[in-house]
């Protein structure tokens, strides 16, 4: 029997309506949730994705804010604007779209974010809240993973996961956020000997790799949850993840399509971190 599909569309839908909510509810009190996103450069696919996440703030109900930047922009122009959207007390969250210009030290602009305003959630100390366990922004493509885990019912206290992929943007938050809900984690990567070997023992994979076919259906344990990360193209110019969908459907329980799986979770995510953003100033300043 072919897996269950779990449908990142519908469950981000869901997730929206419940942000605009909570947006509605705080513009009520005078504080409308803003986010901020900063594009560099003429990245075909960067201005694809930036144009969704303005979309979707305004559908939720959110203030948003779109700068978009030549690609000669100088790193002390960028960082002295990213300081200027930190004393902006209409904007809550700050995202700068990746890859930045080669000239841009990435790490340099995302450490200049302020804290409370990380909404993408890359920062070293958002990382080492996650990593403590304590309250914080979560990486949205992570963090939309596991919304999309926690849809299928499994219990994950005492499950082994494995995550392919060791990002500092995908792979290891994931690896976290999985601890923390008690699985029994495996991380696999580039170096790892023989994939397969470990991914055969999971009840769940995430894959998190860029790189097509990755994981096959002789690599998957029956029953498995399937999580897809990767976003590549075929031959036929067709998006497609990392993992062997077809094949992979026949032997897993449930698992993501490419696209219309992890994609509108990742928006749907920092949507929820940039309202948080907001409801914490609105806490802050009552």
């Known amino acids: 029997m072919a897996a269950q599909l779990i449908d990142g569309t519908a469950l ?9 909510q909570r947006a509605a509810a705080l ?19 960067s201005q694809v994705y ?11 109900g959110l203030y948003s804010v779109f700068e978009k930047y030549d690609a000669d922009l100088s790193e002390a122009q960028l960082l002295a604007r990213i300081e200027a959207l930190n004393h902006d007390a209409s904007i809550h969250g700050i995202l700068v779209q990746m890859p930045l210009p080669r000239h841009i030290d990435a790490h340099k602009v995302i450490e200049a974010i302020a804290t409370t305003k990380d909404v993408d959630g890359y920062s070293a100390l958002s990382a080492g ?3 403590a366990g304590l309250p ?11 919304k999309l885990i926690e849809s299928t019912g499994i219990d994950l206290r005492g499950k082994h996961a494995v995550v392919i992929g060791r990002s500092n943007t995908v792979g290891k938050p994931m690896a976290l956020l999985l601890l923390q809900a008690h699985a029994t984690v ?24 860029g790189r097509r076919n990755t994981l096959r259906a002789d690599m998957v344990k029956p029953g498995a949850i399937v999580i897809d990360v990767g976003i590549n193209r075929n031959e036929e110019g067709k998006l497609c993840g990392d993992v062997d969908f077809p094949a992979v459907r026949e032997v897993a329980a449930a698992i993501t399509p490419v696209p219309g799986g992890v ?10 971190n940039t309202v948080e953003a907001a409801e914490r100033s609105a806490a802050v300043t009552v």
């Open 136 to 146: 914080g922004f979560r990486p949205c493509t992570p963090y939309g993973c596991m």
């Open 186 to 209: 495996t991380v696999c990567h580039s170096a790892t000997t023989d994939l397969g070997l470990h991914t055969r023992q999971a009840d769940v994979v995430v894959a998190a790799v």
């Open 27 to 45: 513009t009520g009190r005078g504080v409308r949730p803003g986010l901020a996103v900063v594009l560099v450069g003429d990245d075909p696919a």
């Open 263 to 272: 994609g509108p979770m990742t928006i749907a995510m920092l949507l929820v």
């Open 50 to 60: 930036v144009r969704n996440k303005v979309r979707a703030c305004e559908e939720a």
């Open 12 to 20: 981000s839908k869901r997730i929206r309506s419940d942000v605009a």
């Open 129 to 131: 809240e996650l990593m």
